[in-house]
């Protein structure tokens, strides 16, 4: 039988990210943060969204 283009671009057969990958891209964030001038006891305060919003604008946040 032969898979067809639709099956092969269903969300489903995507590869999914790993766990690793996230981690890593999470501690990368944080050091961004320390590097602005960020306290790292505000940054272990903050969630992943309010570390990610704080990077999207960071002169917002720093000053």
């Known amino acids: ?10 969300p489903l057969r995507r590869p999914v ?6 981690r890593y891209r999470q501690i990368q964030q944080k050091k961004r943060l320390v590097e ?15 570390i990610h919003a704080a990077l999207l604008r960071p002169k917002k946040f720093s000053a």
Do not use: D, H, P, Q
Not at 17 to 22: D, F, I, L, W
Not at 38 to 43: D, F, L, Q, R
């Open 1 to 10: 039988m032969r898979i067809r283009r639709a099956m092969r671009k269903k």
């Open 17 to 22: 990210k790993s766990r690793g990958a996230k």
């Open 36 to 50: 602005l001038g960020v306290s790292e006891e505000t940054i272990r305060t903050m969630n992943i969204k309010e």
